[in-house]
């Protein structure tokens, strides 16, 4: 029902009535349309907001990019590091396409290696070892997130398992090295590559002076964020007490009774941009209904439905078909975290059997991350995974109902 529609009721009415009360009485009815649209359109608004996921601005994104292509696409990714650390003795850093297994071999084993530099090819002899500091770096942001009271998500970030650091101490050239290569290994390297996620470290002061907190001894400093839409979260250090939002911004309690400068990381909400080469991953979880439903639920039903609902609701499963889940099966892949892997005596196994859809070097880290998130969830049970073939196109989605189908209804 809109204006014109009543306008038009009132022009039916009994011609005894003058035609100045008709516009008063439409008038009228107009204003109550228009209250009732805008309140309809605020308690929209309000339960958008309620049901909106808390932790939507801190998924966390990686790929990989040329160290020159960093810079056209960071209004969304941006370095792990700035500047690359200095390690002594180290050749170079190289980035393997490869699967996890494949990586894990690599850094156990001294490996044959071919270096091309200016004065020609060499064979070496090299050990490969992990590059901790891009670990480093997330179990840092990791702790900003506890210290923020952000709740942290496993992070689905495997590229950086695949870089790593050669040293030879037999082989220490003068010139510039332009390529290594596995000798007797299929296996893709690049010198090129850095990694990329959406966390960018910012420093922002406070513009406006600081006033009294609450407790009448810290003080109120208020920081305007430059993009509202993203997350922050503030590096605990010095004399900041607590963080929270509101509307003016970014509160941060501190002992500092000045303005001053704070250090951040923003966490940038995802952009539609084009990553070129590798596939852009994530840890995003799609908040269906019933993904919001089972959030708010009091207990968690034990159920193999309610662990397919975990798996399909993650982005980092798109490529991926449960099969099936069997109980008292243990697979070969375990969680991210690694915590659940030893199995005491009474303890329930559960094994995730997955297809994938199209190949691909991160398939391993894909069901991994899949298991952890089950593992969250029912940490009373020991869950693991298994690629039970190759991969192959299928027809059959991967949808809580399509899975609901293949799967019994409960576990006890």
Same mark, same amino acid.
């Given at each position: 029902?809109?204006?014109?529609?009543?306008?038009? !009721?009132?022009?039916?009415?009994?011609?005894?009535?003058?035609?100045?009360?008709?516009?008063?009485?439409?008038?009228?009815?107009?204003?109550?349309?228009?209250?009732?649209?805008?309140?309809?359109?605020?308690?929209?608004?309000?339960? %958008?907001?309620?049901? *909106?996921?808390?932790?939507?601005? /801190?998924?966390?994104? &990686?790929?990989?990019?040329?160290?020159?292509?960093?810079?056209?696409?960071?209004?969304?990714?941006?370095?792990?590091?700035?500047?690359?650390?200095?390690?002594?003795?180290?050749?170079?850093?190289?980035?393997?396409?490869?699967?996890?297994?494949?990586?894990?071999?690599?850094?156990?084993?001294?490996?044959?290696?071919?270096?091309?530099?200016?004065?020609?090819?060499?064979?070496?002899?090299?050990?490969? +070892?992990?590059?901790? +500091?891009?670990?480093?770096?997330?179990?840092?942001?990791?702790?900003?997130?506890?210290? #923020?009271?952000?709740?942290?998500?496993?992070?689905?970030?495997?590229?950086?398992? +695949?870089?790593?650091?050669?040293?030879?101490?037999?082989?220490?050239? =003068?010139?510039?090295?332009?390529?290594?290569?596995?000798?007797? !290994?299929?296996?893709?390297? %690049?010198?090129?590559?850095?990694?990329?996620?959406?966390?960018?470290?910012?420093?922002?002061?406070?513009?406006? /002076?600081?006033?009294?907190?609450?407790? =009448?001894?810290?003080?109120?400093?208020?920081?305007?964020?430059?993009?509202?839409?993203?997350?922050?979260?503030? *590096?605990?250090?010095?004399?900041?007490?607590?963080?929270?939002?509101?509307?003016?911004?970014?509160?941060?309690?501190?002992?500092?009774?000045?303005?001053?400068?704070?250090?951040?990381?923003?966490?940038?909400?995802?952009?539609?941009?084009?990553?070129?080469?590798?596939?852009?991953?994530?840890?995003? *979880?799609?908040?269906?209904?019933?993904?919001?439903?089972?959030?708010?639920?009091?207990?968690?039903?034990?159920?193999?439905?309610?662990?397919?609902?975990?798996?399909?609701?993650?982005?980092? &499963?798109? #490529?991926?078909?449960?099969? =099936?889940?069997?109980? &008292?099966?243990?697979?070969?892949?375990? &969680?991210?975290?690694?915590?659940?892997?030893?199995?005491?005596?009474? %303890?329930?196994?559960?094994?995730?059997?997955?297809?994938? !859809?199209?190949?691909?070097?991160?398939?391993?880290?894909?069901?991994?991350?899949?298991?952890?998130?089950?593992?969250?969830?029912?940490?009373?049970?020991?869950?693991?995974?298994?690629?039970?073939?190759?991969?192959? #196109?299928?027809?059959?989605?991967?949808?809580?109902?399509?899975?609901?189908?293949?799967?019994?209804?409960?576990?006890?």
């Amino acid at each position: 029902m809109d204006e014109s529609f009543i306008y038009e !009721r009132l022009k039916a009415l009994s011609s005894g009535v003058e035609r100045s009360e008709y516009r008063d009485i439409s008038k009228a009815f107009q204003e109550i349309v228009r209250y009732n649209r805008d309140a309809l359109q605020e308690l929209e608004e309000s339960l %958008r907001r309620e049901l *909106r996921d808390v932790s939507e601005r /801190f998924y966390l994104y &990686g790929a990989v990019a040329p160290a020159g292509d960093a810079s056209i696409i960071n209004d969304f990714l941006f370095p792990m590091l700035p500047e690359e650390e200095p390690v002594e003795g180290r050749l170079a850093t190289i980035f393997c396409q490869c699967s996890r297994a494949e990586m894990e071999e690599l850094f156990e084993n001294s490996q044959e290696m071919v270096v091309l530099t200016e004065e020609g090819t060499f064979e070496i002899t090299a050990d490969i +070892r992990p590059c901790r +500091r891009f670990q480093r770096k997330i179990e840092e942001l990791q702790n900003v997130f506890y210290d #923020n009271g952000v709740y942290w998500r496993t992070p689905h970030l495997p590229y950086v398992d +695949r870089f790593g650091d050669v040293f030879c101490e037999t082989f220490q050239p =003068e010139t510039p090295i332009h390529s290594i290569s596995f000798k007797g !290994r299929d296996i893709p390297v %690049r010198m090129d590559l850095i990694p990329l996620w959406n966390v960018e470290p910012i420093s922002l002061k406070c513009t406006i /002076f600081p006033i009294p907190a609450i407790d =009448e001894w810290n003080y109120r400093h208020t920081l305007r964020l430059p993009f509202v839409q993203d997350g922050y979260v503030v *590096r605990m250090e010095q004399a900041v007490k607590h963080v929270y939002m509101s509307q003016a911004g970014l509160e941060v309690i501190s002992e500092e009774k000045v303005q001053r400068d704070f250090s951040l990381y923003r966490i940038a909400v995802r952009r539609d941009i084009n990553i070129p080469h590798y596939p852009l991953t994530s840890n995003f *979880r799609r908040m269906r209904h019933i993904d919001r439903q089972a959030d708010n639920a009091l207990f968690r039903p034990r159920t193999r439905a309610e662990m397919a609902r975990i798996v399909t609701s993650y982005e980092a &499963g798109e #490529n991926l078909e449960l099969l =099936e889940i069997s109980q &008292g099966e243990c697979g070969p892949i375990g &969680g991210e975290d690694g915590l659940y892997h030893y199995s005491p005596a009474g %303890r329930e196994q559960f094994l995730l059997k997955f297809r994938a !859809r199209q190949d691909g070097f991160l398939l391993e880290d894909q069901v991994s991350f899949l298991v952890q998130e089950v593992q969250n969830d029912y940490p009373q049970f020991v869950i693991t995974g298994q690629l039970m073939n190759e991969p192959q #196109n299928s027809k059959i989605p991967n949808s809580p109902e399509s899975v609901n189908k293949r799967m019994s209804a409960a576990v006890d």
